[in-house]
């Protein structure tokens, strides 16, 4: 072989990067702020720049603050001259009834213990209480996963609930409009993940910010022995049929909430660290 463990690829390779997925933005057009337990990027991208946001609930102060929710909000500035139509594509793999590897293999399978479902896929595109998504599930798992986004005037959202994890690039494609060009099903030995579009328009120099809501209703920890115990998150939804929806629903009504305690939290310590260097 002629792999060199400083490159992805080489010649003797299949060109899976170029083939299946999209070209990663450049590291120079990326700046990266952590500031736990949150997380901002910047993406400089031609006539736009994108900010994208990871809003967690931890600090929320009630009990929001341990439950399996976030939000990723996005907010793009048009910085050309002209109105831009902008379609942000949201993949997410789904983590649902993962399967436990019997074997490892020496290389870099090692790193990972789980391996995404072949089977049992069961996604479903829903429409609830002004929330546009997808729910990502299995015939043979309890476990679930929503991405979703809120219903806005002026703001198209579309659905993939299947594509092919790796075929990224194949079953993600979009028409004129910001819409997938083609809906796919499952079939047997595939995994799968789920995405949403959301398609609006900029003008000059003005900011738009789209948020979207990530659910991991998984309301059983199991043990090695067999037993199960129920997440505590579960008292708090009623309806186990609507509760993942109900937590997309949550999430997206009170992420800005999350955001500014958060924020206030971080100041009070950054400017006692800046009094006592």
């Not at 006539?47 to 603050?65: C, D, H, W, Y």
């Not at 109900?246 to 999350?258: P, Q, S, T, V």
Request: hydrophobic share 35%.
């Amino acid at each position: 072989t002629t792999k060199k463990p400083g490159k992805i690829e080489s010649a003797d390779d299949i060109p899976v990067s170029d083939r299946y997925y999209y070209p990663a933005v450049d590291v120079k057009q990326v700046s990266i702020s952590l500031a736990p337990p949150m997380t901002e990027m910047s993406f400089k991208l031609g006539k736009a720049k994108v900010t994208r946001r990871m809003i967690s609930p931890f600090l929320s102060g009630n009990e929001q603050a341990l439950m399996p929710i976030g939000v990723e909000e996005y907010e793009v500035e048009n910085t050309s001259k002209e109105t831009l139509q902008i379609t942000l594509v949201i993949p997410r793999p789904t983590l649902a009834n993962l399967q436990e590897k019997k074997y490892r293999p020496i290389d870099q399978d090692t790193a990972y213990i789980c391996t995404a479902a072949i089977r049992g896929h069961d996604h479903k595109d829903f429409n609830f209480s002004g929330v546009r998504g997808v729910i990502i599930a299995s015939t043979e798992s309890p476990e679930r996963m929503v991405i979703a986004a809120p219903e806005t005037e002026g703001v198209k959202i579309d659905t993939q609930p299947y594509f092919r994890l790796n075929s990224l690039k194949q079953d993600l494609l979009l028409k004129s409009d910001g819409a997938f060009y083609e809906k796919f099903g499952p079939k047997a030995n595939t995994d799968y993940g789920a995405a949403i579009s959301v398609t609006f328009t900029v003008k000059p120099k003005a900011v738009f910010t789209a948020p979207f809501a990530i659910v991991f209703d998984f309301p059983q920890q199991s043990y090695a022995d067999g037993t199960l115990f129920d997440r505590k998150y579960t008292k708090h939804f009623g309806n186990k049929d609507t509760r993942a929806k109900d937590m997309a629903k949550l999430a997206l009504d009170n992420y800005k909430n999350w955001q500014k305690r958060t924020e206030t939290i971080q100041n009070k310590i950054y400017n006692l660290i800046l009094q006592n260097p």
